[in-house]
Each structure stands twice: as C-alpha cells, then as structure tokens.
C-alpha cells in the first residue's frame, strides 16, 4: 500500500477546512485536561494498570516482591469512569467531523464545516461511548487471556526454583514483572489494531451499531495489520512532536494522522467489498 498517497490525499481533503478540526481537538484538549487536573492535582489518585489483574498474594517470598499496587484509592474509580464516559462523546463526534470533510466532494462548492456541525455529532454519544468501553473490555479480555496463565506458570516455576535456593526472590520478580508487562500489552497492541478502525466503521455508518462496528473492524483488517501498524509507525515523527508540545501539537497534526487512517480505512474496506463479491 502507498502511504504517501493517502497522506497526500489527507492533506488536499483537509486544506479547505482545517479550521474546525483544530478548534474541535482544542476542546477536546481542554476537556482532557481539566479533568486530569481535578483528578491528579486536587484528589490524590494513584492508579496502577495491574492492581485489578493480580491479585493481592503474599503467600510466598515470590510474591512478597511483586511492586505492583493494589490499593484502589477511593477516587480512582470515579476517575476512570468520568474520563471514559466524556472523552468519548468527544472523540466520537471529532472522528465523524474528519468522515464528514473526507466526503466533501471536490467538485461540490465547498460548504463552510463550523463547530455547529461538531457538536451536532454529539447525537452519536451513546455509540462513542458504547464502542470505547467494547473495545477496552475485548482488547483486556484478550490480555489477560495470556496474562494470566503466563503468571500461574512462571509463579510455579520460581516458587520451586525459591524453595531450592536456586534464584533471589527479587529477580524472580522483575522477570515476572517485565514478562507480564510483554505478554499483556503485545496482545493488547495485537488486537487493538484488529479493533482500531471501528471508530471510523461508525463515523462512516452511522446505522452500524457497535458490535457490527468491531466486526467490520475485525474483517477489513485481517491480513493488513502489520501494514496497519508500519502506517502509524510512519506518523513516530508527529506524535513525538504533540509529546514535546504537551499534546498542543495534536490540535495541527492530529486531523492529518486521522484523515490519512480514514483513507487507510476506505481502501480496505474497498478491498474486502470486492473481495467479498
């Protein structure tokens, strides 16, 4: 596939309204971060990504030193229930704003997008909201699918290994501690590129509901994933650049990377069309 060409094509869709893209991730950005604030700055939170996986063992030296919380801090609920049923909405009506311009045809006189039509895609909240938690509940489900008996089998193997003072508890630990991290977040990225596109299933039809979304998702992507994953490799130098700029740079690069995913998405699912045929 020709990553140039739809990053070309991205740019030329996006020249005559890049405005409102920007405004609406400047929003977006904003929202973000007031409630990073109010969750990080004014309530204490301290959130560790395993504290709900393992489980809060000590039974053995092995596990007397595992590093990971278990605490769950009052608020930590709170937080991430807050942040995944508003940055969807937002998300959601910024990616059918992105369809929207993809589908203005050039020789159509060009229709001035504003911020109204932003906010009018917030009739697909439910569904940006629904999608966002499907696809966290099946890309985990897949994780801890591995996670967990890599965990049991290696908390086997060391205990022995321990019990016969055959290696130090602390480095059994860190190989379980690294390991784990490997395995969950390799199947994580794995299935999250097979589930990416469902975004874009939705802001292109809106009548797909979510589990139809996954679906094409799923389909579209079977036999492109590692060119799915190089294609976002290839923008490293624009996400590094909105890390640099605290994510203020996403509000210029962003409707790019997003528009040129969106090309990426109608060529597959062209693809798969007249395969399917």
């Not at 005559?16 to 004014?42: G, N, Q």
Request: proline fraction near 4%.
């Amino acid at each position: 596939m020709n990553f140039n060409a739809k990053k070309v094509l991205a740019a030329e869709q996006l020249k005559p309204y890049s405005k409102t893209p920007r405004l609406a991730l400047l929003i977006s950005l904003i929202v973000s971060y007031t409630l990073a604030i109010i969750f990080t700055v004014f309530i204490p939170i301290r959130f560790s990504p395993f504290s709900k996986i393992l489980p809060k063992i000590y039974s053995t030296n092995l596990f007397t030193n595992f590093k990971f919380s278990t605490t769950f801090q009052p608020f930590q609920f709170l937080d991430i229930l807050i942040t995944g049923l508003i940055t969807p909405v937002f998300s959601m009506a910024y990616f059918a704003l992105i369809v929207q311009i993809a589908k203005q045809k050039k020789t159509d006189q060009y229709y001035n997008f504003t911020l109204k039509d932003y906010f009018a895609n917030f009739k697909l909240a439910g569904k940006g909201i629904g999608n966002y938690w499907w696809t966290i509940l099946w890309v985990s489900i897949w994780g801890l699918l591995f996670l967990i008996p890599l965990i049991c089998i290696e908390g086997f193997v060391f205990y022995i290994l321990i019990e016969k003072k055959l290696i130090d508890p602390k480095i059994a630990s860190k190989i379980i501690n690294i390991s784990g991290l490997i395995c969950f977040y390799s199947v994580y990225i794995f299935k999250w590129l097979a589930y990416c596109l469902n975004t874009y299933a939705i802001a292109d039809n809106n009548d797909l509901k979510i589990r139809e979304a996954m679906n094409v998702s799923k389909a579209i992507t079977k036999g492109y994933r590692a060119e799915l994953f190089k294609f976002y490799l290839s923008f490293i130098g624009q996400y590094l650049l909105i890390i640099l700029t605290l994510g203020f740079g996403a509000i210029w690069l962003q409707p790019h990377i997003n528009m040129s995913v969106y090309n990426f998405y109608k060529e597959l699912l062209a693809n798969y069309n007249s395969n399917a045929e």
